[in-house]
């Protein structure tokens, strides 16, 4: 009889050391992070000009972001990792389930982002336009140059200016979607001025 109850409970604890959900979960984040990590660099803070930082983004921009790769809202650009493999940002939202999309979301706005101020060039004429025609036309959905994640907008100030320059090209041919606001102002922004704010942007 007493042998039954020794063996019962050393099921019972057994069953409950297996069913220990959140340590299993934690893992999981650990391995999705270091896959983003491989092009996001380190905890989110790229080394390459074409990636951008994603960390300390807000938890809500990085999983509306996730979802609208993943349903394929938001072209993804191609890129190929230092081992030679090409993906986009499409295919790694696709292989995420919706649970998986919010562990990430959060690990990352946990992390610091790291400004890349100072090592990208800037031309401090182009700095000052932009800075007064961000301040007229961005400023109100982008504090700070950007640089306040609890806006939900990403984070602009710091930013490669290699990235922004891409997805400036991208709104400007409707190739990705903006905000229906953002599109009236960013309409009133003539081509070449594109250049000085995202001057003024990479200095933050
Ligand atoms: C193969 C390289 C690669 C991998 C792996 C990768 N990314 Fe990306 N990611 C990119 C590139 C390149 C961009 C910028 C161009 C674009 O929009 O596709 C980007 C853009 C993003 C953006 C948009 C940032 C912004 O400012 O709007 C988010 C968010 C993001 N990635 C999150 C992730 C997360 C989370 C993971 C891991 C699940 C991940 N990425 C894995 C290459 C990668
Ligand atoms: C009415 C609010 C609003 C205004 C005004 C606005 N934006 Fe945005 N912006 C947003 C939001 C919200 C996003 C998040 C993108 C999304 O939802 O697709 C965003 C995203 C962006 C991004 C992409 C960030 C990333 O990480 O990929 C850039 C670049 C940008 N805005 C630049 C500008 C510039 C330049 C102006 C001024 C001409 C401007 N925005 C004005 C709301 C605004």
């Not at 999981?28 to 000009?49: L, M, Q, T, Y």
């Not at 031309?123 to 609890?150: I, M, N, S």
Request: proline content about 3%; aromatic content about 6%; glycine content about 8%.
């Amino acid at each position: 009889m007493e042998k039954r109850i020794k063996l019962l409970t050393l099921l019972l604890t057994a069953g409950m050391l297996l069913g220990l959900a959140p340590v299993t979960q934690a893992a999981d984040v650990d391995k999705i992070a270091h896959e983003c990590d491989e092009c996001h660099g380190k905890d989110g803070n790229s080394d390459d000009p074409k990636v951008p930082n994603i960390a300390g983004y807000s938890a809500k921009y990085l999983e509306d972001a996730l979802n609208d790769y993943k349903s394929g809202d938001r072209p993804g650009v191609k890129y190929k990792n230092d081992e030679g493999e090409e993906s986009d940002m499409n295919e790694v939202a696709k292989k995420l389930s919706d649970d998986d999309i919010k562990a990430i979301a959060e690990h990352y706005s946990k992390k610091t982002f790291k400004s890349h101020a100072g090592e990208q060039k800037t031309d401090p004429k182009l700095v000052k336009r932009g800075e007064k025609l961000f301040k007229k036309k961005c400023k109100k959905c982008h504090a700070d140059f950007g640089t306040d994640p609890e806006d939900d907008a990403g984070i602009l100030g710091g930013q490669w200016m290699e990235y922004l320059r891409h997805q400036f090209d991208m709104f400007a041919s409707g190739e990705r979607e903006m905000p229906k606001k953002m599109k009236k102002k960013f309409k009133k922004i003539k081509k070449k001025d594109y250049e000085a704010i995202i001057h003024a942007l990479g200095s933050k």
